[in-house]
């Protein structure tokens, strides 16, 4: 019911900036919570950061926070991660996902967008 596409990706140099963002269509209405997950080769996929409906609830993993900061636009259906301060161990593909209000699982993700930051 919801399609979540990420956009945004490409290489950067250590020390650089992306904007990664999420659009999301379909039955909207009743997402709550988004959120970023990372995989890098050979290693499992983990979490990154999530922020909920309103933007008043945030969070990030300890790897990132400082660096990266997640936001949303409700009105554009779109959610955005700022990454600042690259470092070549956050190469990795990026994938946004999302869930209903009454779930508390991800019941929607994006194919992803691939992030390489070149030493």
């Known amino acids: 019911q919801v399609q979540l596409v990420e956009s945004g990706g490409g290489l950067v140099q250590a020390g650089g900036s992306l904007r990664l963002s999420c659009a999301a269509s379909g039955r909207i209405s009743s997402l709550a919570a988004m959120g970023w997950f990372r995989q890098a080769p050979g290693k499992e996929r983990e979490f990154v950061s999530a922020i909920n409906r309103n933007g008043g609830i945030i969070n990030y993993a300890d790897s990132v926070k400082g660096r990266f900061t997640i936001s949303r636009d409700n009105a554009k259906n779109t959610m955005f991660l700022q990454m600042d301060s690259l470092k070549p161990e956050d190469t990795a593909v990026y994938s946004c996902?999302?869930?209903?209000?009454?779930?508390?699982?991800?019941?929607?993700w994006g194919q992803g967008t691939q992030v390489t930051v070149s030493s």
């Open positions: 996902a999302a869930r209903n209000v009454l779930s508390n699982v991800y019941n929607y």
